[in-house]
């Protein structure tokens, strides 16, 4: 796109979203209740289509961003990096209903589905001329925002009040929650219907805007969480048939500003650097790249289910040489880590052993990563000079997504048939620098179900979506609790020895873990919310 379209299309998400902001002003007294208080603004908005495409610009503010990484830093696979974070005390399973980072979760939700709902009882209400198609569009891009936060508020915290339009300050305090089942049909629902209002793809200025596929894409997901397999495998077969996706060449390029916008890219968050912006080159950086503050960082959990690679052979990861634990992995690891040796943004090299003597060292300071590791993914040399200015787009689905989805359903239905190999094999070695050997016939259903999560794992980490995964598997009782590891080096004595990341053990308790607690404050405005189990 050319980048004067390109920086018009982002200038205009940024102002729509102050218009909206301002349109629904108040709404925060009570998070369901989605009646704007000022009705002037209604009196001079809503009149024509212009007013439309500004407010459903705005809808897009309240996906995800760098808000991903910190549900991957409560799994297995990463790590909050100082212990008196609030997201350390989920790790450390010392949290409440009163956590704020639940609150925040729980409240931006229902922001973004209010500020839909919203939406969508006011469009119709312009006057003169209009192009019906564009605004069946517009309706259909706002439903599928609104569906992708139920999404996420049904594999967080279960059961939860399915709000469809706003409500008066009372009718929020009434509201009761739905059954999962509920919640997942009406997600199916709309992510159908509004796929056929969307379009394949977009040009000039619309580019970022949702399409039919990531419709599609996020109703492969929504019933792959749901246990729905087989609705998966055919949401996800409608994207793989119409060959108009592929893998990016280069995983080590695919987060960065010179991949954004390629044919991999299904969703994602879109910044405008300097104007309307995201912080994550500050927030995942090492230390010594402009003061990083390291907040989340690997674990050896992550590092060790990149498997080595011996020939032909693809073996367990266990499998690797101690002294040099990083040698001959899946490329990916590479891609997706800063491991010692590694230059750095600034052209300084990564020596994050204890006894290294660098900024990076671990124990060097509370903020240096504690177990050795950084993440790399969408850390851009482009924003070390003015990292909190950042205007690298944040993925939120992409093609490997759903082939992967496509495989794991497959197989969870019995379905284990050369398709499923062939998505398998195509996330394993179509990218020009991960060339991992082909997956063949595997008789036993348990040893590639295996496969499969850990190929999820390994291609998706740092993408938030691996919190779902553990959930979903139910494995999280059994990968979550226990200390946290990080690097092995030499020591000062030649001895081979592994980074213990800190002196708190994490804990995962199977009777209550597995959902969030609703939010306390919610509770207490609302006496028909019913509490999760054992909170």
Not at 168 to 188: K, M, N, P, S, W
Not at 209 to 231: E, H, N, P, V
Not at 284 to 312: M, W
Request: charged share 20%.
């Amino acid at each position: 796109m050319n980048f004067y379209n390109y920086l018009y299309h982002k200038r205009n998400l940024f102002y729509a979203f102050m218009i909206l902001s301002l349109l629904t002003a108040g709404c925060d007294k009570d998070l369901l209740n989605t009646v704007p208080t000022d009705r002037l603004s209604e009196n001079i908005f809503w009149k024509s289509q212009a007013d439309v495409e500004l407010a459903v610009n705005a809808l897009y503010n309240d996906l995800d961003g760098a808000e991903i990484f910190y549900l991957d830093a409560l799994t297995d696979i990463a790590h909050v990096n100082q212990p008196f974070a609030v997201d350390a005390y989920i790790e450390q399973g010392t949290y409440d209903a009163s956590s704020s980072r639940l609150y925040n979760t729980w409240s931006n939700a229902y922001k973004g589905i209010g500020a839909v709902n919203y939406f969508l009882a006011n469009v119709n209400k312009i006057e003169g001329s209009k192009n019906e198609a564009l605004i069946t569009r517009y309706i259909s891009e706002a439903r599928v925002l609104r569906a992708y936060q139920y999404i996420k508020l049904a594999y967080l915290f279960g059961k939860v009040p399915l709000v469809k339009t706003p409500l008066t300050l009372q009718e929020g305090r009434e509201v009761q929650q739905a059954e999962l089942v509920e919640i997942y049909d009406f997600i199916d629902k709309e992510l159908e219907e509004a796929a056929a209002g969307l379009p394949n793809f977009y040009s000039g200025n619309d580019i970022g805007r949702i399409t039919r596929w990531a419709a599609l894409g996020l109703k492969a997901r929504a019933d792959l969480y749901a246990g729905r397999f087989a609705a998966a495998v055919k949401a996800a077969k409608l994207i793989i048939d119409s060959h108009q996706f592929e893998l990016y060449p280069s995983y080590a390029t695919l987060f960065s500003y010179a991949a954004e916008n390629n044919k991999e890219v299904l969703l994602d968050k879109q910044f405008l650097e300097n104007i309307y912006t995201q912080n994550v080159f500050s927030q995942l950086a090492p230390y010594s790249q402009q003061n990083g503050q390291s907040t989340y960082v690997p674990t050896k959990a992550l590092v060790d289910s990149y498997v080595t690679i011996n020939g032909q052979v693809i073996t367990d990861a266990a499998d690797y040489d101690v002294k040099n634990p990083y040698k001959n992995r899946d490329p990916r690891l590479y891609h997706s880590v800063f491991l010692d040796g590694d230059q750095l943004p600034s052209g300084a090299i990564f020596h994050p052993a204890p006894n290294s003597g660098t900024a990076d060292a671990v124990g060097s300071t509370y903020i240096a990563s504690t177990t050795g590791f950084n993440i790399k993914k969408y850390i851009d040399k482009k924003d070390l000079s003015n990292p909190s200015k950042s205007g690298l787009n944040i993925m939120l689905l992409r093609y490997a997504e759903v082939l992967l989805t496509f495989a794991e359903a497959k197989i969870e239905i019995g379905e284990i048939d050369e398709s499923v190999y062939t998505a398998i094999n195509q996330v394993r070695n179509s990218r020009n620098d991960v060339k991992l050997p082909n997956i063949n016939a595997i008789g036993d259903s348990e040893q590639l179900r295996q496969l499969v999560r850990r190929e999820r794992t390994v291609e998706l980490a740092f993408e938030g979506l691996h919190l779902a995964d553990i959930r979903r598997w139910k494995t999280a009782e059994k990968v979550v609790p226990g200390k946290v590891y990080g690097i092995t080096y030499q020591n000062n004595k030649g001895e081979t020895v592994v980074v213990e990341a800190a002196s708190e053990r994490r804990v995962f308790d199977p009777l209550k873990h597995y959902l969030w607690p609703i939010p306390q404050r919610e509770i207490n405005l609302n006496s028909n919310l019913r509490q999760n189990p054992n909170w």
